[in-house]
T-cell receptor, first 113, second 111 residues
Framework: DAGVTQSPTHLIKTRGQQVTLRCSPKSGHDTVSWYQQALGQGPQFIFQYYEEEERQRGNFPDRFSGHQFPNYSSELNVNALLLGDSALYLC????????????FGSGTRLTVV | TQLLEQSPQFLSIQEGENLTVYCNSSSVFSSLQWYRQEPGEGPVLLVTVVTGGEVKKLKRLTFQFGDARKDSSLHITAAQPGDTGLYLCAGARAAGNKLTFGGGTRVLVKP
């Protein structure tokens, strides 16, 4: 049973560019959340998607946007990249009715130069 | 400002010693989770505690949720090198709500 799958695993982008990260949730999960983890820090919540709608959002600018598809997979888009956007981006999935059953992916390491 | 404060930030001990990691907040959480994260990997859920005063044991790991549901601790007995990693606590203010993570405690168990 595959867990949460994220792609790509590593990415290098230039300041000002745009990036799209992808996440396939664990089988049976319908809710996807995205987190940003800067080096040496704990993850910070970006947003959560359920039924193709953004349900909750953390304290991130509008440059961060997302989407959830009918098959429950999700994308995280970041526009106008800044050096400070360099981080590990984690996707976590669960079923909507199991509030605490989170499974995390291994993340996408984004480096902005 | 971290809503959840973890201490210590770093802990280095010898194999066989005990250790305790603390997770404190001024806010009440409906549930609190502990994760372990290894380099290049995502966090892996160890336990979820939901009731004030609750104690859960997972082999050599003991987790406690404070009576007021504002703090938690993780105690490892007879630590082994395989316990090395980044330990993260994360709280949810309401059921189904976003997780707020602490800054993490990096544990190194030397053989």
């Amino acid at each position: 049973d595959a867990g949460v799958t994220q792609s790509p695993t590593h990415l290098i982008k230039t300041r000002g560019q745009q990036v799209t990260l992808r996440c396939s949730p664990k089988s049976g999960h319908d809710t996807v959340s995205w987190y940003q983890q800067a080096l040496g820090q704990g993850p910070q919540f970006i947003f959560q998607y359920y039924e193709e709608e953004e349900r909750q959002r953390g304290n991130f600018p509008d440059r961060f946007s997302g989407h959830q598809f009918p098959n429950y997979s999700s994308e995280l888009n970041v526009n106008a990249l800044l050096l400070g956007d360099s981080a590990l981006y984690l996707c976590a999935s669960r079923t909507w009715d199991r509030e605490n059953g989170y499974t995390f992916g291994s993340g996408t390491r984004l480096t902005v130069v | 400002t971290q809503l959840l404060e973890q201490s210590p930030q770093f802990l280095s001990i010898q194999e066989g010693e005990n250790l305790t990691v603390y997770c404190n907040s001024s806010s009440v959480f409906s549930s609190l989770q502990w994760y372990r994260q290894e380099p290049g990997e995502g966090p892996v859920l160890l336990v979820t505690v939901v009731t004030g005063g609750e104690v859960k044991k997972l082999k050599r790991l003991t987790f406690q949720f404070g009576d007021a549901r504002k703090d938690s601790s993780l105690h490892i007995t007879a630590a082994q090198p395989g316990d090395t990693g980044l330990y993260l606590c994360a709280g949810a203010r309401a059921a189904g709500n976003k997780l707020t993570f602490g800054g993490g405690t990096r544990v190194l168990v030397k053989p």
